[in-house]
């Protein structure tokens, strides 16, 4: 089954539902698969109404749940945490029945607070020492093992058509965690030095590799600490520029950023091993804007387009132009456009509030991109959400 139109959703969107009728809705709309939310986070949504469909208006998922039913056996180092309503867990299994539409596992990784709460140990730490409770290590062995069995525990328990996978690396500094206050101007500089983890599995790789990792935590508190007690913000020119020039000064900050994306990409292409191989494998390697700066993350975009099938990136952007713009460098870095899916979010706050989708739409299309994804059916209006037949 191929799959070139997506729609994301997640499972609490669908549970209780007659599960025809919604594929019969998302048929409809011009799509013919679903990314449906595998492993996810905590977060807060809210949910417009949907005509015969009754449901809560502001949604607080259980964080780092999964929805399918995991076989405990196969997690060696971290545990399975299975969603606590059946009914969600069942989700996936009542569409891979209906099998009308082809399904991806959208399986977010190590970007889990309730995991990193019981194991402070595995928490990225910066150069203070401070853990960050929502951010999984993945340079720490029992992370990356536990990250290869999930998805191949995924893999082994539905048909799907291909994994979809999330935070496979560093979690950014800045990520909306729960009441996060500064009274101070974020920046990419301040997110770089902020984002970096000097841990022990980090400083204990960096060392291996010739690197001075205690060095370099040190040259970074001084930097920030500097930056925070000054009397100024910098706009954000400035910190670019800032932040290319400690690149380009600073060796060993370079290299221990390539070392971070080696991790990820050894662990996407240990991932890709383990899957049959039919199930295709995708990634979505970023939540910065533009994608470039996917580095922060520990993401090399080269790299992960192909030791998976391709990556999938999200074009969130103000406008059409800005969406193109972004999808030339991508293809420009990757090399190849038929490794390449595009996310759009088709309203608010992307694309004009959507009134740009089609413009991107069919930009991207003779860019060479050809598989495109919706986020998400239960945040969108309906109106919206109708737009999509067009």
Sequence with gaps: MTANRSLYVYPWDLAGREIAAFVEEVQALGLDSLKLAAAYHAGKFLVPPRPGVAGPRVVFPEDGALYFEPRPERYPTLPALAHSDPALRRVPYQLAE?????????????HNSRLGAAHPELQARNAWGDGYVYSLCPMQPAVFD??????GDLAGTLPWHSLTLESPGWAPYGHGYHHEFAQLRGNVWLDTMLGLCFCDACTAAARAEGLDAAALAGRVRSRVDGYLAAPVDAAPDQAGAWLAADLYEDADLAAFLRLRQRRVTEFVATVRGELPAATKLYVIPTVQRPTAQTWLEGSDLAALAHAA??????????????VLADAVDTLRRVGDASRVRAILRPGPPDLGDGAELHAAWRGLEALGISEFSFYNYGLLRPAVLAGLRR
Excluded: H, K, Q
């Excluded at 536990?146 to 998805?151: E, Q, R, S, T």
């Design 98 to 110: 209906d099998g009308r539409l082809a399904l991806s596992a959208w399986t977010v990784l190590f």
């Design 146 to 151: 536990y990250g290869v069995a999930l998805c």
């Design 309 to 322: 099938d391709g990556i999938e990136v999200p074009f969130y952007e103000p406008n059409a132009g800005r």
